[in-house]
Nanobody, 126 residues
Framework: QVQLVESGGGVVQAGGSLRLSCATSHRTSTIYVMGWFRQAPGKEREFVAGINLPAAIELYADSVKGRFTISRDNAKITSDLQMTRLKSEDTAVYFC???????????????????WGQGTQVTVSS
């Protein structure tokens, strides 16, 4: 069972930056994609960004393109999400996720990701 642990959440002013990190509990060859989702109060969990581990192909939701950057470290099986120019609407619980396969630019659905972290709160104050 793959376990994921997020870190780096917190409170930041609008226009500021935060960096989230996600670490796996152990080295594994079963992870093919890592991603980040978020869930705001009263809303459904939504895709934010994903990255194909072998080829480093990046995917982004339209709402974060140009502001967020996802990266990965294949040796450590970790993923970071660098968030810049944060807005109040970015406030949410952010979840790290990992999946065993890649569906190209369609790898944005919740069920593409089989393993999930507990989430970390990001609050952007205006």
């Amino acid at each position: 069972q793959v376990q994921l642990v997020e870190s780096g959440g917190g409170v930041v002013q609008a226009g500021g930056s935060l960096r989230l990190s996600c670490a796996t509990s152990h080295r594994t060859s079963t992870i093919y994609v890592m991603g980040w989702f978020r869930q705001a109060p009263g809303k459904e969990r939504e895709f934010v960004a994903g990255i194909n581990l072998p080829a480093a192909i990046e995917l982004y939701a339209d709402s974060v393109k140009g502001r967020f950057t996802i990266s990965r470290d294949n040796a450590k099986i970790t993923s970071d999400l660098q968030m810049t120019r944060l807005k109040s609407e970015d406030t949410a619980v952010y979840f790290c996720a990992a999946g065993p396969y890649w569906r190209g630019y369609y790898t944005t659905a919740l069920n593409d990701y089989h393993w999930w972290g507990q989430g970390t709160q990001v609050t952007v104050s205006s």
